[in-house]
């Protein structure tokens, strides 16, 4: 089970980001377990949906266990340079796209926690909402989450600025696409301004003028990374009460769908 939720390649490039394990000069404690194993229960907390407590005992550690270095990983930030070396890897292959990206987001509803707000499409429930930018062929580049009741257009600029520089097959690290697609929700003439400062061609749909249609041979792909994003149970609906909590487990998502161009 663990080796095949954490094949031998996502563990070699996880333990290049994972920080070393507190020592004990005094000695004593129970016995700390293997990361390995730890991140093969993550996983499939991530996957399955279940909770901290369904955790199958096979796994070795405890639920409180895996969820303590849960916590303890998510606070340095693994998750996000776990991500970011994944897309290093392709970049360096050559297999990111920068000529079209896409940027939309997704709602999802929310029993409690921060980052948090009304949804306007689910009768003003609590909810929370997915942002994220896909390269040409729909791997995750840059990912944030908000409030269900945050218009999508104050999105756009942090999501931007949030795309690491990453390898390419020659040259220097890229941050930046070509062209960036959007729907009409982010159709707003300072966002237009802001792309085209930073040498981005946008392609936004004009309310009331142009048909969202038109960028459907083009937005299509992140319509189906956010069906491979439902493929984490974890995100059907936000049970973490830190928002932190949360982020990271969509980042194990974009993870593993990056991890899995990866191994093709």
């Known amino acids: 089970m663990v080796e095949r939720l954490v094949p031998d390649e996502l563990w070699e490039l996880f333990e290049r980001v994972v920080p070393p394990a507190p020592s004990r000069p005094q000695g004593g404690g ?11 229960a993550i996983i499939f907390v991530a996957t399955s949906g279940c909770t901290w407590r369904q955790l199958p005992p096979s796994f070795g550690p405890s639920g409180p266990t895996a969820h303590r270095r849960f916590t303890e990983w998510t606070k340095a930030r693994v998750w996000a340079r776990l991500h970011r070396l994944v ?34 499409v689910d009768r003003g429930k609590k909810g929370s909402k997915i ?15 908000s409030g269900a009741n945050l218009h999508d257009s104050q999105a756009l600029e942090p999501l931007v600025r949030g795309i690491p520089p990453i390898r390419s097959r020659r040259g220097p690290r890229r941050r930046r ?8 929700g982010y159709d707003y003439d300072h966002l237009r301004r802001w792309l085209r400062q930073r040498g981005i061609t946008h392609r936004i749909a004009r309310k009331g003028i142009e048909s969202s249609m038109r960028l459907g041979r ?17 995100l059907h609906r936000r049970y973490e009460r830190n ?14 769908i990056c991890y899995r161009r990866l191994t093709k």
């Open 218 to 234: 083009h937005r299509w792909t992140i319509e189906r990374t956010m069906a491979w994003l439902a493929g984490c149970r974890r």
């Open 177 to 184: 696409p070509a062209k960036l697609h959007a729907d009409k």
């Open 243 to 256: 928002a932190d909590h949360f982020l990271a487990f969509t980042s194990i998502a974009c993870t593993l």
């Open 30 to 40: 129970r016995r700390r377990y293997g990361d390995r194993e730890v991140l093969a």
């Open 87 to 120: 897309l290093d890897e392709l970049g360096r292959r050559g297999d990111l796209d920068w000529s079209r990206c896409a940027i939309d987001s997704v709602n999802m509803r929310a029993l409690k926690g921060d980052l948090t707000g009304p949804n306007p």
């Open 131 to 145: 942002h994220l930018i896909t390269e040409r062929t729909g791997l995750p580049l840059s990912i944030g989450i």
